[in-house]
C-alpha cells in the first residue's frame, strides 16, 4: 500500500534540509543534531556513538529482538551544479551520493512507527520487538564508520537481528528495488607503489636504471596478476590510476610513486592477490635494478548479501509491496562499509532506483524523491514481518 502523503512530504522536507547542509565525512555534527532533535521528538531513544556524529536511534528499546536499517549521513568534496531550490549551502560540498536519501527513508520510517502507520508484528510478545536505526558517519572515507559502530558496547546492546540499508541507484527506474543475493560489491583496497632507484640525465640512461621505465612495466605487469594468477571464476580489477615521475625531457627521475585499487568478490582471493601483487611489483623493478615499496591499505570487505534473507524480502515484496517492482540487478565493483555488518549480522543491501539519470558522485546528480515512498512502503511491509526478527513467529 502506498505512503500517507504526509509521511512522504515529511521525508522529502527532511531530505531537503540535509541536502541544503551538506557535511564531509566524520564531520556531520550539525546532520546528527538537527535528525536527533527531530527524532527525540518522535519518542526515540537516542544512543550517541562516542568520538564520532554516528549514532543510533532505538523503537522499544526495552525489546529483545531488533532489526536494524543503515543511513549514511556523509557527503562528498563536489561542487554541486544543479539549480535545484534546495542545492547545497555549503560551498564544494554535496550530497552526491543519495545518502540524503537514506536519512530521509529512515526518518519516514521513523515516523511511520511514531504515528502508528508502519507497525511490527504482534505475536503475542509485541513487546519484545524492536527497531535501531543506525546513522553512520564517514562511509566515504577508509576506514569507513562501520567498524567504531559494530565494536561498540551501544550497537551490541540492540544488536539487530538482520540489517537492511538502500542505496540509491540512477541506472535503475523510480519503482525499481534492485536485489542480488550473495556476494553483491566488491572488496577495494588501496595501493601505493614506489619504484626507486638511479635517476640522472635523460640523454645518458645506461647510467641510471630509469626507474620511469621499471615503473611503467609493473603497471603492465600488475595485470597479469589479474589475469593469470588469479581463477577467472572470481571478478576483480586492478586499476592503477595515478602515475607520478617528476622528472623533465632530459631528466630521469629517481623514483616514481603510483596508486591504485584492487577490488574483487572473495575474501581469499584477496588474500592470494595482495601477496601476487607485492610479489610482482617487487620482483618486476628488481630485475631492472630499482626496488619497489608496495603498501596495500585494507578497504572494505566483500558485500555479501545473505542469501536466504535477500530471496525471502523479495518475495514478500513482490507479493505485498504493489509500487514496487522487485528486478535482479547485476553484481558490482563498487565497494561499501554496509559490508561489515553484513559480516556478522544476516544483511541485504538493496538498490533504490531513482530515476535513471546523472551518476552517483557527479556534480548533477539528483534523484527523484519519489523513490522515497517506494522505499518507505517496502519497510512498512517489511516491519510487519516477525520473520525478519529471526524468531518465526515464536
Ligand atoms: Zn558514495
Ligand atoms: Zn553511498
Given at each position: 500500500m502506498p505512503i500517507a502523503q504526509s509521511i512522504f512530504r515529511y521525508a522529502q522536507a527532511v531530505r531537503r534540509r540535509v541536502h541544503a547542509h551538506p557535511e564531509l565525512s566524520a564531520q556531520e555534527w550539525h546532520t546528527a543534531s538537527y535528525l536527533q532533535a527531530e527524532l527525540a521528538a518522535l519518542g526515540w531513544s537516542l544512543v550517541t556513538i562516542p568520538e564520532t556524529p554516528s549514532f543510533l536511534a532505538v523503537w522499544n528499546p526495552r525489546g529483545e529482538r531488533f532489526i536494524g536499517y543503515r543511513a549514511e549521513l556523509d557527503a562528498l568534496p563536489i561542487a554541486e551544479a544543479t539549480d535545484l531550490p534546495y542545492a547545497s549551502e555549503n560551498a564544494g560540498v554535496m550530497h552526491a551520493c543519495g545518502h540524503d536519501m537514506h536519512m530521509a527513508i529512515a526518518m519516514g520510517l521513523a515516523k511511520m512507527l511514531a504515528e502508528g502507520s508502519a507497525v511490527l508484528p504482534t505475536y503475542g510478545d509485541a513487546a519484545s520487538y524492536g527497531v535501531v536505526l543506525v546513522f553512520e558517519s564517514s562511509e566515504e572515507l577508509l576506514p569507513g564508520g562501520a567498524p567504531a559502530i559494530l565494536a561498540s558496547s551501544e550497537f551490541a546492546r540492540y544488536r539487530p537481528r538482520s540489517i537492511f540499508a538502500f542505496h540509491a541507484d540512477p541506472s535503475l527506474a523510480t519503482g525499481q528495488i534492485g536485489f542480488h543475493p550473495g556476494a553483491f560489491m566488491a572488496s577495494c583496497d588501496e595501493l601505493y607503489i614506489t619504484v626507486a632507484g638511479q635517476g640522472g640525465h635523460g640523454a645518458m640512461p645506461h647510467?641510471?636504471?630509469?626507474?620511469?621505465?621499471?615503473?611503467?612495466?609493473?603497471?603492465?605487469?600488475?595485470?597479469?596478476?589479474?589475469?593469470?594468477?588469479?581463477?577467472?571464476?572470481?571478478?576483480?580489477?586492478?586499476?592503477?590510476?595515478?602515475?607520478?615521475?617528476?622528472?623533465?625531457?632530459?631528466?630521469?627521475?629517481?623514483?616514481?610513486?603510483?596508486?591504485?585499487?584492487?577490488?574483487?568478490?572473495?575474501?581469499?582471493?584477496?588474500?592470494?592477490?595482495?601477496?601476487?601483487?607485492?610479489?610482482?611489483?617487487?620482483?618486476?623493478?628488481?630485475?631492472?635494478?630499482?626496488?619497489?615499496?608496495?603498501?596495500?591499505?585494507?578497504?572494505?570487505?566483500?558485500?555479501?548479501?545473505?542469501?536466504?534473507?535477500?530471496?525471502?524480502?523479495?518475495?514478500?515484496?513482490?507479493?505485498?509491496?504493489?509500487?514496487?517492482?522487485?528486478?535482479?540487478?547485476?553484481?558490482?565493483?563498487?565497494?561499501?562499509?554496509?559490508?561489515?555488518?553484513?559480516?556478522?549480522?544476516?544483511?541485504?543491501?538493496?538498490?533504490?532506483?531513482?530515476?535513471?539519470?546523472?551518476?552517483?558522485?557527479?556534480?548533477?546528480?539528483?534523484?527523484?524523491?519519489?523513490?522515497?515512498?517506494?522505499?518507505?512502503?517496502?519497510?512498512?511491509?517489511?516491519?510487519?514481518?516477525?520473520?525478519?526478527?529471526?524468531?518465526?513467529?515464536?
Open positions: 647510467l641510471t636504471t630509469d626507474p620511469v621505465l621499471a615503473a611503467a612495466h609493473v603497471v603492465v605487469a600488475l595485470q597479469a596478476v589479474r589475469a593469470r594468477m588469479l581463477p577467472p571464476f572470481t571478478p576483480s580489477v586492478l586499476t592503477i590510476g595515478r602515475v607520478e615521475a617528476s622528472g623533465a625531457t632530459n631528466v630521469i627521475p629517481h623514483e616514481v610513486k603510483m596508486q591504485g585499487t584492487f577490488r574483487t568478490h572473495d575474501e581469499e582471493v584477496r588474500r592470494q592477490a595482495h601477496a601476487r601483487i607485492a610479489t610482482v611489483a617487487e620482483r618486476v623493478a628488481e630485475s631492472m635494478g630499482n626496488t619497489a615499496q608496495v603498501e596495500i591499505r585494507h578497504g572494505y570487505p566483500v558485500l555479501v548479501n545473505a542469501p536466504d534473507l535477500c530471496q525471502w524480502v523479495k518475495r514478500q515484496l513482490s507479493a505485498e509491496c504493489e509500487n514496487a517492482e522487485c528486478v535482479e540487478v547485476p553484481m558490482r565493483m563498487t565497494a561499501d562499509d554496509f559490508a561489515y555488518y553484513a559480516q556478522q549480522i544476516p544483511g541485504l543491501y538493496l538498490r533504490l532506483g531513482v530515476g535513471v539519470g546523472a551518476g552517483l558522485h557527479t556534480s548533477t546528480f539528483s534523484p527523484d524523491e519519489q523513490a522515497l515512498g517506494v522505499a518507505l512502503s517496502a519497510l512498512q511491509v517489511l516491519c510487519q514481518h516477525a520473520e525478519l526478527w529471526g524468531s518465526r513467529g515464536t
